[in-house]
Nanobody
Framework: AQVEESGGGSVQAGGSLTLSCIAS????????MAWFRQAPGKEREGVSC????????DYLDAVKGRFTISRDNAKNSLYLQMTNLQPEDTAMYYC???????????????????RGQGTQVSVSS
């Protein structure tokens, strides 16, 4: 099983980016998906998650109202629309897959998570 991110880049504050993730080697419709990020010198944090059916979502308080997570199970794909980006959003962003089954998803890290190599997002002021 693997996931691969794309869509990162460099933008100015107030700008927008959309990250994408494609999963392979797993039954995508059975997996909750999430985006995590890690900035230099900081711990990895969960940014947003979505349940396997797409009905349950959660967001880090710092991104609520600015980021939107979505998925397309027909394309084994996950997206993160990021608007009004701020310098504090600068980080490596990772796509994460984990087996689902609940009506809610978690922003915590778990040992069994399938994680990609990441895509860099840099926001300048």
């Amino acid at each position: 099983a693997q996931v691969e991110e794309s869509g990162g880049g460099s933008v100015q504050a107030g700008g927008s980016l959309t990250l994408s993730c494609i999963a392979s080697g797993l039954s995508y419709e059975r997996y909750d998906m999430a985006w995590f990020r890690q900035a230099p010198g900081k711990e990895r944090e969960g940014v947003s998650c979505i349940t396997m059916g797409g009905h349950g979502v959660d967001y880090l308080d710092a991104v609520k109202g600015r980021f939107t997570i979505s998925r397309d199970n027909a394309k084994n794909s996950l997206y993160l629309q990021m608007t009004n980006l701020q310098p504090e959003d600068t980080a490596m962003y990772y796509c994460v897959a984990r087996l689902g089954g609940r009506t809610w998803c978690s922003l915590r890290s778990y040992g069994g998570d399938v994680r990609g190599q990441g895509t860099q997002v840099s926001v300048s002021s």
